[in-house]
């Protein structure tokens, strides 16, 4: 079995009046206090992946550095520029590009592409989850993705089971 986390990035500030480009936008204040919640769920519901590739963005860097925080051990990470606006197609192919090493690897990255791709490998699980999950994937949103299968280039559309959807509201 393989497992992917897709983690959407904190929210990230617009700096009114800044010019400063998409990709080097940092976090807001209410996005420094969602990521660590949603690294302390991860820790306490044993949902610790065992490689994270993170967008190359500010505001997926941030959010990571607060979640991995919340995790209390170290977990392999690398930066990827592929991920940063990725597209559905886009993240698919990189997850078939995963270590086979991985059993449980957490994609941080950014909408639409995203959800998207979530949308799409999710075929089974909790239909009303799913549904939610179709009609919004907020900021620091976790979709957890179950596959049974050997080896990460099996993933294909469809075949996976949404085990959990959370979203930063859910934590209270």
């Known amino acids: 079995m393989k497992r992917l986390y897709f983690l959407r990035h904190a929210k990230s500030d617009r700096m009114p009046g ?5 990709v080097d936008r940092p976090l807001n204040a209410r996005a420094r206090q969602a990521a660590p919640v949603m690294g302390r769920y991860l820790r306490r519901r044993k949902l610790t992946p065992d490689l994270v590739v993170c967008s190359a963005s500010r ?3 941030e959010t990571w550095e607060l979640v991995q925080a919340e995790l ?6 690398e930066f990827s520029e592929r991920l940063y606006l990725a597209t559905a197609p ?3 192919r990189l997850v078939r590009e995963l270590p086979s090493t991985s059993d ?5 990255g950014h909408n639409p592409g995203l959800q998207a791709a979530a949308v799409g490998l999710a075929g089974h699980g909790d239909a009303g989850e799913r549904e939610r999950l179709k009609a919004k994937f907020p900021t620091t ?7 049974e299968i050997a080896t990460w280039r099996e993933v294909a559309e469809g075949s996976g089971r949404l085990e959990r959807l959370v979203v930063p509201r859910d934590l209270g």
Not at 141 to 147: N, P, R, S
């Open 90 to 92: 886009q993240i698919l």
């Open 59 to 61: 505001r997926t860097r």
């Open 18 to 22: 800044e010019r400063v480009a998409d």
């Open 72 to 77: 209390k051990g170290d977990v392999p990470v």
């Open 104 to 108: 449980a690897a957490l994609l941080l």
């Open 141 to 147: 949103g976790l979709a957890v993705i179950d596959f």
